[in-house]
């Protein structure tokens, strides 16, 4: 009932920056936490960024300083400001949200935590 999109993937340089984006779409009723995680061939996925429906962030000890998570509340939007880029940031980019929505054909709300289908990323040497 709710969809996350991620877009804004690709093959950039290393040095180099991209801008992920992710829009949440369906019968919601308001996103806590919104997340950017990523997972590396043969690695577990991991968190990148955390970002509070009130603006407070969190990071990986590896992107710091160079990552910047921001959302939009009004569009149901999330980014990931990417500069920087090492080859060591190659993964599948996923974005996650803490969702409330309206369930089909009615008021009552539930709560799930929604997954993208991920985007990829690569950044050569």
């Known amino acids: 009932q709710v969809q996350l999109v991620e877009s804004g993937g690709g093959l950039v340089q290393a040095g180099g920056s991209l801008r992920l984006s992710c829009a949440a779409s369906?019968?919601?009723?308001?996103?806590?936490?919104m997340g950017w995680y990523r997972q590396a061939p043969g690695k577990q996925r991991e968190l990148v960024a955390g970002?509070?429906?009130?603006?407070?962030?969190n990071y990986a000890d590896s992107v710091k300083g160079r990552f910047t998570i921001s959302r939009d509340n009004a569009k149901n939007m999330v980014y990931l400001q990417m500069n920087s880029l090492k080859p060591e940031d190659t993964a599948v980019y996923y974005c996650?949200?803490?969702?409330?929505?309206?369930?089909?054909?009615?008021?009552?709300?539930?709560?799930?935590?929604?997954w993208g289908q991920g985007t990829q990323v690569t950044v050569s040497s």
């Open positions: 996650n949200g803490d969702v409330q929505y309206y369930r089909r054909g009615s008021l009552r709300r539930s709560r799930d935590d929604v």
């Open positions: 369906g019968r919601i009723f308001s996103i806590n936490t």
């Open positions: 970002i509070t429906s009130g603006g407070s962030t």
